[in-house]
């Protein structure tokens, strides 16, 4: 798979944000009912399927919800000062250093797979592969559930959480296009959550995607 350009630039900014993200509760799903609700209705739909991987875990604060609903879950991160809090908070799951594009996932390993705000920085070439390559790694009945920004924009960040500087760009998508990509990866969509602006957030989506059970045989 094609690594981005900026992959080391990316590394080291979420490195360097690491410590203000937790010390701000950054994604923290206290007071988020509708993220929670969309969790464990992933949860549930992946159940008993086998284990399940949080690719950009950060802080490992999704993993640890689902681990909370009886998954088998791991944590992947590009940035390895983000694995150190994860594992120091979360100590009883396990988190890995490794990028979206670093994975080299085993076809039909895994039961569920999420990109939870995580894939943003991703080239808008390069997600396509990476989605693909998530589809995969499903088992039959398997999902992903990808979450991000809405827009058409490519915004370069320069300075993030609190003023920590930072070299990275935000790819917003529609979520016709995420949509889109997802079908084009064999997958198929079972449900879309949209959330309006919230102050300097432009809008989000949230998207489930499921690998189609295989068919039944026919022969007595």
Known sequence: MEQPADLDQVRDSYDRVADAYVDLAVGRLEGEPWLRAALDAFAEGVAGLGPVLDVGCGPGHVSAHLA????????????????????????????????????DLAPGSLAGVLGWWSLFNLPRHVLPQVLAEFARALVPGGQVL???HV???????????????????????RPEQLVDMLVAAGLEVVAELRFPPSGPQ???????????????????
């Open 146 to 148: 990808v979450g991000t």
């Open 202 to 220: 432009p809008p989000q989506v949230l998207v489930a995607a499921r690998r189609g059970a295989v068919a039944p045989s026919l022969r007595g």
């Open 151 to 173: 827009g058409d924009e490519d915004v370069p960040r320069r300075e993030a959480y609190g003023g920590v500087p930072v070299t990275w760009t935000t790819h917003r998508w």
């Open 68 to 103: 909370s609903r009886g998954l088998d879950v791991r944590g992947v991160d590009l940035s390895p000062r983000m694995v150190e809090h994860a594992r120091r908070l979360h100590p009883g799951l396990r988190f890995d250093v490794a990028g979206a594009t670093h994975l």
